[in-house]
């Protein structure tokens, strides 16, 4: 098994081997390579699962003396999930890559790097030691950087891959920071029994926080969270492969590192309660920009900056399986819509969308959202109920019920303004009802799955009554969006709307240094979004 482990890594390498060194008359055969051997590497990381499942952990070491080890990989169960995903996702993107990169001259290079970023992510995934997991993750990111980089000919490629690369440099240098204060403290930090290690090395809280802060740097760098977040919308020019891979493996790294260190990061009260505060904020900021967003590329870059803040937001709760369960979800959820986006961009053309139902007056908004906002709360406490999905302690479990009520809140209001039938809606709502449930079912199959690995982490997580704050922002957000009920409100919304725009965009536009009467601010902001002359008078 510590053989299947090593080649679950070195597959993805090998095939990046070849298709650097292969001829341009053998490009499919590069192709053909990449995607077999991310094919191969899933189906053994499957059996490694079933052994971690099964007989617990598992490692491929080489000793140092001393009871300590030099350089090595290491599964358990967290691990195994993570190379599933790594795997599935790396062969499922080089599949679809094959045709959409078709003819294109840089076919070789997209597959080459492609393998070695595939084979970093797995390193960084299963390292069995700090230093490991250090030297992965910086090769990961250069990686990326030169993928992002495919097409230096275009001005945008060229800023995406210099804003990634200073993003990228500023956690790195973090994260080396946190390896040197650790190898002058601790040594080389065996991630194997980090957890058992914790309660040791706890005992000089001022150090352990100076470590978990360095930490968090790192993994808001590398998860496009505030305040280093403007580099993942900056990508857009990358070609739609690379997009999914970054969107659905390469932006959960942030979220793999706390958990892989949570045993030491999840003892932190400081750097739990900053994980906490800067998630929630990006969680606003990304979900605010992402409903302004008039492009489906961009939508689905600002959806994703919100949706790691919440992964980031959940590990400063401590809920650390919660975490994997939603970047594993996420992941797959966002490469599916990153590779359908140009066949919904041709559905949209083909066919017009319905819009929702205007809302006559205040009352009825009112009552509308009400019955939204009382029917997913039935949802949730219903299965909260019966399910008891416990995550991370009171806390981490009340944001994720806080979550689960907002998304059903928001997917039931949705539904009753549409011009629909009343069986149709019935049978939307009663659907909204069932994943709801599933939802918490899922997430409390995992949480016990996940709890062998995470039960010897020592908690100190961010205080709940922050969730109360959060909560409320989130309300304004959502009252705001209800500003075509009422006048007194459209302010509040216009101004909302502009700031999403201008916040939005890679190079802000400039305008004059005026302030905007109500109601022409959109029009304004709207005309600079489509290129208009007038836009500036």
């Known amino acids: 098994m510590s053989l299947i482990l090593v080649a679950i890594v070195l597959l993805p390498a090998l095939g990046a081997l070849f298709a650097s060194v292969v001829g341009g008359a053998r ?7 990449g995607t077999l051997a991310s094919g191969l590497a899933f189906l053994l990381a499957v059996v490694v699962m079933v052994d971690v499942g099964v007989g617990g952990s598992l490692s491929a070491v080489t000793p140092a003396g001393d009871g300590h080890i030099a350089v090595g990989l290491f599964a358990n169960r967290i691990t195994g999930v993570l190379l599933l995903l790594v795997c599935g996702v790396s062969c499922i993107v080089q599949a679809f890559a094959r045709g959409y990169l078709h003819g294109d001259m840089r076919v070789r290079r997209f597959y080459a790097l492609t393998g070695l970023l595939t084979a970093a992510t797995l390193a960084t995934v299963s390292a069995a030691t700090l230093v490991g997991l250090g030297v992965a993750w910086t090769l990961a990111g250069v990686s990326l950087c030169l993928l992002l980089d495919m097409y230096r000919g275009l001005p945008a490629a060229r800023q995406g891959t210099r804003r990634t690369a200073i993003a990228f440099a500023i956690g790195d240098g973090a994260l080396w920071a946190a390896i040197v204060v650790a190898l002058v403290n601790w040594g080389d930090l065996d991630l194997r029994h980090l957890g058992e290690q914790a309660r040791t090395l706890s005992g000089n809280q001022a150090l352990v926080g100076v470590f978990s802060c360095l930490v968090l740097v790192a993994a808001l760098a590398r998860s496009a969270q505030l305040p280093l977040q403007r580099w993942l919308p900056a990508t857009l020019a990358a070609p739609t492969p690379v997009s999914a891979l970054l969107h659905a493996g ?3 790294a942030g979220g793999i590192l706390l958990v892989r260190l949570s045993g030491l990061f999840g003892t932190s009260h400081v750097a739990s309660t900053l994980a906490f505060c800067l998630g929630a904020a990006t969680v606003v900021y990304g979900t605010v920009l992402m409903l302004a967003k008039p492009d489906i590329k961009g939508a689905l870059a600002h959806s994703t900056i919100g949706q790691m803040g919440f992964m980031i937001m959940t590990c400063g709760l401590g809920a650390f399986a919660a975490a ?3 970047l594993v979800a996420h992941g797959m959820y966002k490469a599916s819509l990153f590779l359908g986006s140009g066949a919904a961009v041709h559905r949209h053309v083909r066919h017009t969308k319905a819009p929702p139902r205007p809302i006559a007056s205040q009352a009825e908004a009112a009552m509308t959202a009400l019955f939204a906002g009382a029917f997913a709360g039935a949802a949730v406490l219903s299965a909260a109920a019966v399910l008891h999905p416990h995550v991370g302690g009171r806390s981490g479990s009340g944001a994720l019920l806080v979550f689960a009520w907002a998304t059903a809140a928001a997917a039931t209001w949705g539904i009753l303004r549409r011009r629909l039938s009343f069986g149709v809606q019935a049978a939307c709502l009663a659907g909204v009802f069932t ?4 939802y918490e079912a899922w997430l409390r199959v995992f949480t ?11 908690q100190n997580p961010a205080a709940p009554w922050l969730l109360a704050l959060l909560v409320a922002v989130l309300a304004l957000v959502a009252i705001t969006r209800l500003a075509g009920a009422g006048r007194r409100l459209r302010g509040v919304h216009d101004s909302l709307y502009v700031f999403a725009l201008t916040a939005g965009h890679v190079v802000r536009p400039r305008a004059p240094r005026q302030r905007f009467r109500r109601g022409r601010a959109v029009v304004q902001w709207r005309a600079l979004e489509t290129g208009s002359e007038a836009a500036g008078s």
């Open 27 to 33: 490009v499919g055969a590069a192709a053909r390579t």
């Open 250 to 252: 390469v932006i959960n």
């Open 324 to 326: 994997v369960f939603h």
């Open 435 to 438: 994943a709801t449930w599933a």
């Open 448 to 458: 016990r799955f996940l709890s062998v690995d995470l039960g010897t982490v020592a």
